[in-house]
Every structure is written in C-alpha cells, then in structure tokens.
C-alpha cells in the first residue's frame, strides 16, 4: 500500500487559485495513475483530474481549463493546479494511486477546498 500526504487545501475566494499536492511514500516512476477525486458534503466522490503513466491525462468536465494535473517522478509527488476557482469546487480533495492495472487503489486521507467569499 502506497502512503499518500496532501497539503495545500484552504479558503480561497471565487475566481482565486490553489495548487495541491500529494507526496507518495515510494518512486511513482512505474505508477500506473495518479489522480484527484473529490467529495463534496452529502454528494458522491467523482474524478477530477488523472494523469497516465506516459503523461495522458483527463478531466471532469466541469473543471477542464481551469484545472492542470501534473507528476513530478523526481519528487514523487502529483499536483493539481486549480484556478478560476468557483463555490462549486468546495470539497474534501483527495489524491489516488494505482499502482498496476487491476490492483486496489490508494488514497490519501483527503484536504479541505473551500470556495467562498
């Protein structure tokens, strides 16, 4: 099980930007995927960003162009850049690894965004 750490979540208002980040416990060189999901109060978690081994990546459509996922395999570590903030955006993110096709995934143990004014 890979160990995962977000940082970088906080009150920001509408239209601002923050960047998260997640630290893996081992090399993400062969991951398979790491991604963000999020889960906003009494709604199911969903897929926000997901970037491939080999750097394909996908997005919800409700954050494409405001979002940038991205993998630093020298630091080990996935962001998301996430600007033109909207209230909508307000949720518990957290990061996700898979390691190999088929295995159970990982999950960090998720940090607050809120959106507001």
């Known amino acids: 099980q890979v160990q995962l750490v977000e940082s970088g979540g906080g009150l920001v208002q509408p239209g601002g930007s923050l960047r998260l980040s997640c630290a893996a416990s081992?090399?993400?060189?062969?991951?398979?995927?790491m991604g963000w999901y999020r889960q906003a109060p009494g709604k199911q978690r969903e897929l926000v960003a997901r970037?491939?081994?080999?750097?394909?990546?996908n997005y919800a459509d409700s954050v494409k162009g405001r979002f940038t996922i991205s993998r630093d395999n020298a630091q080990n570590t996935v962001a998301l850049q996430m600007n033109s903030l909207k209230p909508e955006d307000t949720a518990v993110y957290y990061c996700?690894?898979?390691?190999?096709?088929?295995?159970?995934?990982?999950w960090g143990q998720g940090t607050q965004v809120t959106v507001s004014s």
């Open positions: 996700n690894v898979i390691v190999r096709i088929g295995t159970a995934a990982s």
């Open positions: 081992v090399s993400i060189f062969s991951i398979y995927a």
């Open positions: 970037i491939i081994r080999g750097g394909s990546t």
